[in-house]
């Protein structure tokens, strides 16, 4: 069986810089374990609330964290337990920093880091296992996804969006969404908010993960006929690439888009044997 | 579409505020002991300016999504901000960071996830000052506001619309003030006309009125003439009001009566705000 092939495209909010990207990504060693009969495959990304602090640090936590630990339905409160413990450690090394630099922290910046950082988070993992219990080897491979916030997945298959996680319409964005906060205080109820799917994916199959800005602008593609699909898939490059952020940008300037951080990771299923 | 330019440091907004600083603002505030409507009116402004610039830092500093003016009216027309940033008629948010006056130590209770409160010292800045002296000459207030507007307006003809927050006791005593605040709120960007907001502080002990659609009911002529004048919320204002529970009927108009313009801040858009962030 071949790796599965991945490409990961980038970019800040228009006036930002690189340093001030929100979003994260992670994509798990799939090359290497893959010739593992056991392994799993998982990806995530994220992205940070614009309003907040330490917001991007939170995102890369949560997507690195995922990808490690792969929580299933029945385990999401205990990783989130780990995950807000190793919050802590990160936001104390932080602070830390700060005073060995001589930068200590400002009056305006305590509200936001006591509030606690947010972010959306869409983790999607494989399961080799089952497809290599299908006695020809060609048998399908299960995915499950997770989701709390407003990231965005698509499977597409041969033209058609065979599942569109967790909306399907553009009008199920805003810009008020219930997000993952570092804060306990902040995420009560939280086990009702995430979202579960699970399918089934062949050889051929493509993943789309993206942020809010850019599901926005497939959903209402999708909504008025059209097959964004098409022209997610004509990007060669990878990261900021040129391409990519030229059609990015000129989205923004025609207001086709929000001015935000665009994340959007895409995955082609191989052939399950060769 | 009105109401929907992009506030960016490439492309920020302003807030000016406007505020009172007459004689009669020295009476009691909402008919409570021991507190002046100037003392109403310096909580309300610096609470509203620390939100604000709350809004807008980063762990890499306060971005310059706004510029901020403070005009004070009462013996003299002009800036209001005390120390390093005193005559100055409008500054970017970071610098209101930088420079407040001083800072004091209040006592705050909060959520500790537990269900229970746990109370904690905050840091409290001040730009501003109680001050009670003199006239009211609201009409030269505004015809500075105007002044002022007209200056950022023109180095920022795209921007979201500035937003003016005039808080007073109604009482003008240079005119009438009518004329002066349509001239403020004539004033436009391609994104659509300066939004006025007047908070009215009474020495009344009525109950507070936020965001009325009509005049009927407001409890006297000086409440009558700032809500007339006051504009209407933008959508995205009603929607916000409506999710905090404030049942904005249309047309419903930023005036409030002896409460606070929250609503003002928490429904600036700059990007993602989680619905769990209060």
Same mark, same amino acid.
């Not at chain 1, 990207?21 to 374990?33: C, I, P, S």
């Not at chain 1, 050889?203 to 699909?229: I, N």
């Not at chain 2, 006025?196 to 109950?207: D, G, P, Y």
């Given at each position: ?23 994260? =990504? ?34 890369? /936590? ?6 490690? =630990?792969?929580?299933?339905?029945? =385990? /999401? ?15 104390? =090394?932080? /602070? ?27 983790? /999607? ?30 499977? +597409? ?63 209402? +593609? ?53 | 579409?009105? $109401? ?13 505020? @406007? ?33 604000? @610039? ?7 500093? @306060?971005?310059? $999504? ?24 409008? @500054? ?32 409290? %800045? ?10 009211? !000459? ?22 979201? !619309? ?45 109950? %507070? ?25 933008? !959508? ?43």
């Amino acid at each position: 069986m071949r790796p599965f092939t991945t490409d990961i495209f980038w970019l800040p909010k228009a006036g930002n810089t690189t340093a001030e990207y929100e979003d994260a =990504h992670f994509v798990g060693k799939w090359k290497k374990r893959f010739t593992q009969p056991r392994a799993r495959l998982a990806l995530a990304i994220a992205d940070g609330a614009t309003e907040g602090m330490l917001s991007r640090q939170w995102a890369n /936590l949560l997507v690195r964290r995922y990808v490690r =630990h792969l929580p299933g339905p029945e =385990h /999401l409160e205990d990783w989130l337990s780990g995950t807000l413990r190793a919050w802590q450690y990160e936001k104390g =090394h932080y /602070l830390q920093q700060r005073e060995r630099n001589n930068k200590p922290v400002q009056w305006y910046e305590e509200p936001g880091l006591e509030a606690g950082a947010f972010a959306a988070l869409l983790g /999607l993992v494989f399961d080799v296992r089952d497809a290599e219990r299908d006695g020809t080897r060609r048998g399908l491979l299960s995915w499950q996804a997770v989701s709390i916030g407003d990231c965005f997945l698509v499977q +597409e298959r041969n033209g058609d969006c065979s599942c569109m996680f967790p909306f399907d319409e553009s009008s199920a964005l805003n810009n008020r969404p219930y997000l993952l906060s570092s804060n306990p205080a902040r995420n009560r109820g939280i086990a009702e908010r995430f979202m579960f799917a699970a399918g089934k994916a062949s050889a051929g199959d493509r993943f789309y993960l993206m942020t809010d800005a850019l599901a926005g602008w497939f959903l209402r +593609e999708c909504e008025r006929g059209a097959a964004p699909w098409l022209v997610l898939d004509s990007f060669r490059g990878a990261g900021a690439d040129p391409e990519f952020v030229e059609w990015i940008e000129t989205l923004r300037v025609a207001r086709e888009i929000r001015n935000d951080d665009v994340t959007l990771v895409r995955l082609e299923v191989p052939e399950l044997a060769d | 579409m009105s $109401y929907s330019a992009e506030i960016s440091r490439s492309n920020p907004s302003c807030f000016l505020f @406007v505020i009172d600083q007459s004689g009669s603002m020295a009476d009691p505030f909402g008919g409570q002991a021991g507190k002046r409507k100037a003392d109403g009116v310096a909580d309300a402004l610096n609470r509203l300016l620390q939100n604000l @610039v709350i809004k807008c830092a980063k762990t890499e500093g @306060v971005r310059d $999504y706004y510029h901020i003016g403070v005009i004070g009216y009462g013996s003299k027309v002009g800036p209001a901000f005390l120390g390093a940033l005193a005559a100055r008629q409008l @500054v970017p948010i970071s610098q209101v960071a930088e420079n407040p006056a001083r800072i004091e130590e209040r006592s705050k209770k909060t959520d500790d996830g537990a269900g229970g409160l746990v109370e904690h010292q905050v840091k409290f %800045p001040i730009w501003i000052e109680p001050v009670a002296h003199q006239g009211t !000459p609201m009409r030269q207030a505004m015809a500075m506001a105007q002044e002022i507007l007209n200056g950022f307006v023109a180095a920022h003809p795209d921007s979201f !619309p500035p937003i003016v927050i005039h808080i007073t006791d109604g009482e003008s005593t240079d005119g009438d003030p009518t004329e002066a605040m349509r001239n403020v709120t004539n004033i436009q960007t391609s994104d659509g006309n300066v939004l006025l907001f007047n908070i009215h502080l009474s020495s009344k002990a009525a109950q %507070p009125i936020a965001y009325p659609n009509a005049s009927d009911g407001l409890p006297d002529e000086y409440a009558k003439l700032l809500f007339d004048t006051a504009s209407e919320l933008t !959508p995205f204002m009603q929607s916000i009001a409506q999710e905090q529970g404030l049942d904005p009927q249309p047309g419903a108009r930023g005036f409030v009566f002896n409460g606070d313009l929250a609503l003002v801040i928490q429904s600036l858009d700059i990007g993602t705000r989680p619905s769990n962030l209060r």
